[in-house]
T-cell receptor, first 111, second 114 residues
Framework: GENVEQHPSTLSVQEGDSAVIKCTYSDSASNYFPWYKQELGKGPQLIID?????GEKKDQRIAVTLNKTAKHFSLHITETQPEDSAVYFC??????????FGAGTRLFVKA | EPEVTQTPSHQVTQMGQEVILRCVPISNHLYFYWYRQILGQKVEFLVSFYNNEISEKSEIFDDQFSVERPDGSNFTLKIRSTKLEDSAMYFC????????????FGSGTQLSVL
């Protein structure tokens, strides 16, 4: 089955700095690459996703980049703000009925 | 904006008791899921449901678990005889038209088994 790893597990940045979280997966059949944000006491929320035929996607301050050859994709957050503090999960998928989430990255943005 | 709603937000039960967790997915979505998250840990897949039947289930989803979509709106998870290790946050999710893409999660039900 799919093996998903996220790095780092914890990331602390100063407000205004950039943050990058990397997700490595094992199943070369993966074709959908989302990132979810989970705030305290809430369910995960999709913030950005990309398909395998696209190398990069940007939505305001967040972007996702995909390297299919190396089997990893990354979440980039620029100009971080305190409200970006949350746990971020990647969840690469092959189009099957089961999604494996990464272990999560806890992001702290210090004001 | 449409959302997935879950009730109750908290459920406390005694070991061995049955619990039913309820969810109302987004109305035009086709795929439904249950996940759970033990405090501070990863989000774990339990089961997916499509076209009124289970599509896939994890090894966690044993004979003590069942799901049902009794009418056009509700989606329930039943745990027949709860164990201490069932204590977790249970999330319901739905997705519109492609399986496992663009999941919308509810706010969860915190289940505590004593």
């Amino acid at each position: 089955g799919e093996n998903v790893e996220q790095h780092p597990s914890t990331l602390s940045v100063q407000e205004g700095d950039s943050a990058v979280i990397k997700c490595t997966y094992s199943d070369s059949a993966s074709n959908y690459f989302p990132w979810y944000k989970q705030e305290l006491g809430k369910g995960p929320q999709l913030i950005i996703d990309i398909r395998s035929n696209v190398g990069e996607k940007k939505d305001q301050r967040i972007a996702v980049t995909l390297n299919k050859t190396a089997k990893h994709f990354s979440l980039h957050i620029t100009e971080t703000q305190p409200e970006d503090s949350a746990v971020y999960f990647c969840a690469p998928n092959t189009g099957g009925f089961k999604t494996i989430f990464g272990a999560g990255t806890r992001l702290f943005v210090k004001a | 904006e449409p959302e997935v709603t879950q009730t109750p937000s908290h459920q406390v039960t005694q070991m061995g008791q049955e619990v039913i967790l309820r969810c109302v997915p987004i109305s035009n979505h086709l795929y439904f899921y249950w996940y759970r998250q033990i405090l501070g840990q990863k989000v774990e897949f339990l089961v997916s449901f499509y076209n009124n039947e289970i599509s896939e289930k994890s090894e966690i989803f044993d004979d003590q678990f069942s799901v049902e979509r009794p009418d056009g709106s509700n989606f329930t998870l039943k745990i027949r005889s709860t164990k201490l290790e069932d204590s977790a946050m249970y999330f319901c999710a739905s997705s519109p038209d492609r399986r496992n893409e663009k999941l919308f999660f509810g706010s969860g039900t915190q289940l505590s088994v004593l």
